[in-house]
Structures are given as C-alpha cells and as structure tokens.
C-alpha cells in the first residue's frame, strides 16, 4: 500500500516537473498580456484590439471585430456628449444619424489596420494576434473628408452670419445647422482616431455649429412679433396665432412700436343674404410683414355656419378658422419661410 502511495506522489511530482518545464519554454510575445500590449501599443498612440481563432486569419479577423466594436462604442459615448454640449430645447440624440457601421467598413481600410505576426498556443490550440492603427497616421488618412464637410458648413454659415433680415437670418442658420450636421458625423469619428488633432484643427468650427441653435434663439428673442386680428369675436383667433408663433419660438409683443415684425389677420365672415337663418363662408387671411415689407402671407377657409342669430354664428365661425390655424399655420409657416 505504501509503494502504491509513493509511486503515485512520484507520478504528480514528475508531471508538475514537466509541466514546469514546458510553461518555462513558452515565449510569449510582448503584447500577450495587458501590461506589455499597453507598453507595446500605447492607447494614445494607437486602436488597437486582441482577437484570437483557431487559424491565423481566424485571430485578424477577431481582432478587427474588435476595433469595430471599439468604433461603435466611442461614436455613442461622444454622441451622447456632443448632444449635451449644444443647448437646444429638445435635445435629441444624433447618434441615430450616424452611419456608424458604413464608416468603419468603408474606412478600414484607409486607416491602414496592421497586424503582429500570429502567436500559436500550443496548449489551447489557438492562434492569437493584435490589429492595429496608428491614430496619428488615421487622422491624417480621414482629415480630407472632414475638411470637405467643414467647408460646405462654413459656407452656409457664412452666408447666415452676414444676413440682416432677422427671420431670414434665422432661415439661413437651420440651414447651417442641417448642413452642419454632416460635419458633425465626421467631427465625431475623427475624435475617435485623435481627439487631440481634432480639437485643435477643428475645434472653434465645432464650437460654431453647438452655437447656432443658442444664435436661433437670440434672433427670436430680440424680434417681437406683434399679433393683430380684425373682427376676432370673442379672441380665439388671436390666441391661436399667438400660440403659433410661440411655439415657433418668437417672442410675441403686446405693442406693435416694439415689434419687429407684424401678423395681421382679417376675417371675413361673408354673410350670405336673402335667408331666414344666418348663414357665414368665413375666411381669414394672414400676412406677416417686418421693417422691409411683407415676408409671408397665408388664407384658408372654413365650413359654412349656419346659426339663428348673428353673434352665434360668428361665433362658431371664430371658433372653427381658430382650429384651422392651430392645425395648419405653424407647418405652413415652416414650411414657407424655412423655419
């Protein structure tokens, strides 16, 4: 029993000692372990992810799936941050309208993505390997296109910055922002390869595009729109139209002498005759006009009211083109005017 007991324990030891030997013998590249990967490839320096498969092409394409994921990842984390730095009303988060997936697949290979010679692991039988890309390198490859998206916005900023019309300046700074917004996309991606260079090539042209909706707003506050209706009844058309321009942002002026712009609304209830009941065909038009003339103008009808007396019709009528304008005027006016 005793010999048994000392073969067995003379067993372990010598498999302990081959074991030993073995792992001894194993020389694992620099990069194997997260110390030496992060000596071998800086993160400042450099994307760089780890894949591994049971082939060597198996392992590069591990590793760059891996960089893509990276990709991903950065373009929300810096979508989310970009969206909190432009002060707007209702922030939404643009990276819905990142291509996030087109613009790794397309520019993967302009970035350039090397490879470390592949690493077999005898004892797990798998092939491992790093993907890598040199940041300063990237940016330089990818700096063309966000140059050509920086300009197209800097020209449609220009041209909103040297307008004086007020709305027409604010038509012209949506415009900027749209356009801007391409720009962004690329601003975004181009922070993932190299913040540093990004903020320092592009970094006031971001700083103008966050500041339009801030430059909207200015233009919004500083022009009064005063609100004028003849024959409004009992005031529902008036409040409808004051809403409008509200929701649209502007400041709506009980004084037309510190307004710089005027809505002026007629209606007309066309009151049909030869009836023994009332019987209205009202109509509104609508005109907005600034210091330089008239800018905008909008009609629409409602359905024939037919009531027993004047003041009911009338009012109903009110009541109806009251409800065309909440329902019609603030598109239409987006529409018109670019807003």
């Known amino acids: ?15 302990l000692a081959i074991t030993s030997v073995y792992a001894k013998s194993i020389v694992y590249p620099d990069w194997f372990d997260d ?7 800086p993160a400042k320096n450099f994307i760089r992810e780890k894949g591994e498969g049971s082939s060597k092409q198996a392992a590069e394409n591990d590793a760059v799936s891996y960089i893509s994921r990276y990709f991903e990842t950065e373009t929300n984390i ?13 922030k939404t988060d643009i990276t819905e309208s ?17 490879f470390t ?19 300063k390198d990237a940016w330089a490859r990818y700096e063309s296109e966000i140059k050509n998206a920086r300009d197209i916005f800097i020209s449609y900023y220009e041209n909103a910055v040297h307008e004086v019309e007020p709305i027409n300046k604010i038509k012209l700074l949506g415009d900027a922002q749209k356009t801007g917004e391409d720009f962004r996309e690329k601003l975004v991606f181009a922070n993932i390869l190299s913040k ?9 042209d971001e700083q103008l595009l966050s500041s339009i909706p801030s430059m909207i707003k200015k233009e919004q506050v500083s022009n009064p729109v005063y609100i004028s209706v003849d024959d409004d009844n009992v005031g529902v058309i008036e409040s409808a139209t004051r809403k409008v321009f509200s929701n649209l942002g ?23 005759s030869g009836t023994t009941r009332i019987v209205l065909n009202p109509y509104i038009t609508l005109s907005l006009k600034g210091k330089n003339g008239s800018l905008y103008a909008f009609s629409a009808e409602s359905e024939k009211v037919v009531a027993p007396n004047e003041q009911t019709a009338k009012e109903i009528a009110a009541q109806d083109i009251a ?13 018109n005017l670019g807003l």
């Open 1 to 15: 029993m005793k010999s048994y007991n000392m073969i067995a324990l003379v067993t372990v030891f010598f498999s």
């Open 35 to 41: 110390d030496g990967l992060e000596e071998k490839f």
């Open 78 to 90: 810096i979508s989310v941050s970009s969206v909190d730095a432009v002060q707007t009303n209702e």
């Open 98 to 114: 990142l291509s996030v997936r087109n613009e790794i697949s397309s520019n993967m290979k302009l970035f350039g993505v090397k």
């Open 117 to 135: 010679e592949a690493f077999y692991l005898k004892k797990e039988k798998k092939y491992y390997c790093v993907a890598y890309i040199d940041r």
């Open 196 to 204: 540093d260079l990004t903020q320092k090539t592009y970094g006031k």
């Open 250 to 272: 502007f400041v709506v002026s009980g004084s037309a002498t510190n307004a710089s712009y005027t809505a002026k609304a007629e209606v007309n209830y066309n009151k049909a």
């Open 323 to 335: 409800e065309i304008i909440q329902q019609k005027l603030e598109t239409d006016i987006k529409n």
